[in-house]
C-alpha cells in the first residue's frame, strides 16, 4: 500500500507533534486538524504540513478534509474529563473513533493507524479512560474491515521533552518540601516518544501491521516510586517522599479531582490500579537515562540562569 497523502487528529499534541514532524520527513503530505491554526508555528514551518482550524467531532467536516486522503491518525486522547461519569471519555474516545471511522468509509481512506492504551479494556476496564479506550479499539478493529486496513497502538506512559510524566514530576517537587506519592507500587515501562512517532510511521505502508494491535513498551519497568525518587535525583531536589496508602490514595484523589487543573482524579487512581507493562516485555529500544536528563538538566540550567539574570536587574535597581 503505497501511502503519499495522511490527515491527523491529535497532531498538535505532545505525540502529535512527534508523529507530525515524523511523516513530514518521511514526504508524506500532512494535513492537520485543530482548533487553533496559530498556536502551532512551529508545525507550520515543515514543508510538507499543512494546518488547519477544524471541528473534529462534526461529522461533515471530517468528511470534508478525509477526502482524497490515503490514510488518516487518530491521535485524539484525554486523562481526565470535566464531569465525573465518564460521558467526556466517551465523547472523546468512542464517539470521535466512531466518526471516523465512518467518514473514512465514506471518503474512501484506505488506511486507519489509531492510538489506544495499555490496559484499554471494553469490558473489565477499571477506569472510565480505560473502558473507554479500549471500546473505541475494539470498535476500529472490528468494524473498519473489509474497506480499511486499521492498525492500533497501545503504549505505556510516554515520556520525552515537553512530557507530562517527568516534567509534572519536577514541577511538583520544586514546591513540594514533603511529596505525598499515590499508587507508589503501580508498574509501567516508559516508552520515549520518538520510539512511538517511529512505530506510527513504519506501519503506515506495512502489510503485516494490518489488523494489528501493538502494545508499546520501553526497556525497563519503573514503580510510581521510582519514577518520582529518579525525578528528583536529577532535579538535585532533597525530598521527602511519601508513599500513600491505599486509603490515604484514594482520598487524594477524591480531593484532587476537585481542584483546578484536575491534577489527579478517582478516574486516574482506578486507572493506575492496572500495571502499565507489555506481557511480551519490551517492544520499543530506547532508555529513560538516554533522554529525560537532558531535557531535565536542561530546564534547570535555564532556572538558574533566569535566577541569576533576577538577582542581577534587583541589585542593579538597588544600587545608588
Not at 121 to 134: A, E, F, I, N, V
Amino acid at each position: 500500500m503505497k501511502i503519499d497523502s495522511v490527515c491527523v487528529l491529535g497532531g498538535t499534541g505532545f505525540v502529535g507533534r512527534h508523529v507530525v514532524t515524523r511523516l513530514n520527513n518521511a514526504g508524506k503530505h500532512v494535513r492537520v486538524l485543530t482548533r487553533r491554526r496559530e498556536r502551532n508555528r512551529d508545525l507550520l514551518v515543515l514543508p510538507n504540513v499543512e494546518i488547519v482550524e477544524a471541528d473534529i467531532h462534526d461529522p461533515a467536516t471530517l468528511r470534508h478534509h478525509f477526502a482524497e486522503r490515503d490514510a488518516v491518525v487518530n491521535l485524539v486522547g484525554i486523562l481526565n474529563e470535566k464531569g465525573f461519569r465518564g460521558e467526556g471519555f466517551r465523547y472523546a474516545h468512542v464517539e470521535l473513533a466512531r466518526k471516523v471511522l465512518d467518514a473514512c468509509k465514506e471518503r474512501g481512506v484506505r488506511r486507519l493507524l489509531h492510538m489506544s492504551a495499555l490496559g484499554a479494556d471494553q469490558g473489565g476496564g477499571s477506569s472510565h479512560y480505560l473502558r473507554t479506550k479500549g471500546e473505541a479499539e475494539n470498535h476500529v478493529l472490528t468494524f473498519a474491515r473489509p474497506e480499511i486496513a486499521a492498525t492500533t497502538f497501545r503504549p505505556s506512559v510516554i515520556f520525552g521533552p515537553e512530557d507530562s510524566l517527568f516534567n509534572r514530576f519536577a514541577t511538583l517537587l520544586a514546591i513540594a518540601p514533603v511529596f505525598p506519592v499515590a499508587c507508589p507500587r503501580s508498574r509501567f515501562a516508559p516508552v520515549y516518544v520518538g520510539d512511538v512517532a517511529e512505530r506510527f510511521a513504519a506501519a503506515l505502508e506495512d502489510r503485516e501491521s494490518f489488523g494489528q494491535r501493538y502494545n508499546l513498551c520501553g526497556p525497563e519497568v519503573w514503580t510510581m516510586m521510582d519514577l518520582v525518587h529518579y525525578t528528583a535525583e536529577l532535579r538535585g531536589y532533597r525530598r521527602l517522599l511519601l508513599p500513600l496508602p491505599d486509603w490515604a490514595a484514594r482520598l487524594q484523589a477524591t480531593i484532587l479531582q476537585f481542584a483546578p487543573g484536575k491534577p489527579f482524579s478517582r478516574d486516574n487512581y482506578l486507572s493506575l490500579q492496572v500495571d502499565s507493562v507489555c506481557p511480551e516485555g519490551p517492544t520499543c529500544p530506547t532508555h529513560v537515562d538516554a533522554i529525560v536528563p537532558d531535557y531535565l538538566a536542561h530546564q534547570d540550567r535555564q532556572a538558574r540562569l533566569q535566577g541569576f539574570r533576577r538577582e542581577a536587574r534587583r541589585r542593579r535597581r538597588a544600587t545608588p
